[in-house]
């Protein structure tokens, strides 16, 4: 078989998650929202934004990608190229 440049892609099926938050944290992230549509001029639904967030603070954590090394092979995801552009 021929080796590729280009790995198997990674599984993108995209997984559901219900989570139930606070009417504190529910005003903070609709303002958020609201906020992001006034710097971007396009309204984005707190749904579409929080695995953006999500994601985007499980890659600025240090203390969890320092646990996390080891104990997994590591597959290549948006919280991979997230850590190499900053």
Request: net charge neutral; hydrophobic share 35%.
């Amino acid at each position: 078989m021929p080796e590729l440049k280009l790995s198997k892609l990674p599984e993108r099926t995209p997984v559901k998650v219900t989570v139930t938050v606070s009417p504190e944290l529910n005003r903070a992230l609709q303002a958020y929202a609201e906020l992001y549509r006034e710097t971007y001029d396009e309204a984005e639904p707190v749904a579409e934004l929080i695995p953006y967030m999500l994601e985007s603070f499980l890659a600025g954590d240090r203390g969890f990608a320092k646990a996390r090394r080891g104990r997994q092979p590591e597959k290549r995801t948006r919280l991979h190229e997230a850590r190499e552009t900053e």
